[in-house]
Antibody
Framework: EVQLVESGGGLVKPGGSLRLSCAASGFTFSSYSMNWVRRAPGKGLEWVSS????????YYADSVKGRFTISRDNAKNSLYLQMNSLRAEDTAVYYC????????????WGQGTLVTVSS | AIQLTQSPSSLSASVGDRVAITCRASQGISRALAWYQQKPGKAPKLLIY???SLESGVPSRFSGSGSGTDFTLTISSLQPEDFATYYC??????????FGQGTRLEIK
């Protein structure tokens, strides 16, 4: 069974940093591109970042470019999102999501981890 | 960036009803569209990909249609477990993926 479990969310002050993790199991993690998608309170879904299976291709939404860094460790079956210079508008539930074979949509999602940016 | 506009934003319906949710793209996206269902506190669930392909395990009462700029998600006979929020997502302009604003489907 495919499982994605996010962790690392919490309360952080504006300008602060946080690192999210996503532990994957039940599939060959190293074969799949992975993504982060967020949902702000009362808002819809927003794609944040993606990383190819071998980390050769990395992309970001304009709203986080220069502040967030996506990475992965295939030996540990883990995906990460380093978030710096956090803003109130980054407050959201962050989901990791799997891309089935470079399809560019998402077939499995984690339950999400809440990030709250507030003073 | 390609904008997706869903309509309606919210919808009240009864068990057994046939409902349709539309998604309009600001420019043509061929058939590069997916639909998701999200329930409160849960992860989104993939329903439809490539505009009309049903994801494995998804009930056949869900169907998708359309191409270019206009797309529709249809639920043929609403079941109690279908009351949720639905999102469309385009991937034609990958890596700049965008979602619609969501359609909240409520019980009448």
């Amino acid at each position: 069974e495919v499982q994605l479990v996010e962790s690392g969310g919490g309360l952080v002050k504006p300008g602060g940093s946080l690192r999210l993790s996503c532990a994957a199991s039940g599939f060959t993690f190293s074969s799949y591109s992975m993504n982060w998608v967020r949902r702000a309170p009362g808002k819809g879904l927003e794609w944040v970042s993606s990383i190819s299976s071998g980390s050769g291709y990395i992309y970001y939404a304009d709203s986080v470019k220069g502040r967030f860094t996506i990475s992965r460790d295939n030996a540990k079956n883990s995906l990460y999102l380093q978030m710096n210079s956090l803003r109130a508008e980054d407050t959201a539930v962050y989901y990791c999501a799997r891309d089935p074979y470079e399809a560019y949509y998402f077939d499995y999602w984690g339950q999400g981890t809440l990030v709250t940016v507030s003073s | 960036a390609i904008q997706l506009t869903q309509s309606p934003s919210s919808l009240s319906a009864s068990v057994g009803d046939r409902v349709a949710i539309t998604c309009r793209a600001s420019q043509g996206i061929s058939r590069a569209l997916a639909w998701y269902q999200q329930k409160p506190g849960k992860a989104p669930k993939l329903l439809i990909y490539d505009a009309s392909s049903l994801e494995s395990g998804v009930p056949s009462r869900f169907s998708g249609s359309g191409s270019g700029t206009d797309f529709t998600l249809t639920i043929s006979s609403l079941q109690p477990e279908d009351f949720a929020t639905y999102y469309c997502q385009q991937f034609n302009s990958y890596p700049q993926i965008t979602f619609g604003q969501g359609t909240r489907l409520e019980i009448k």
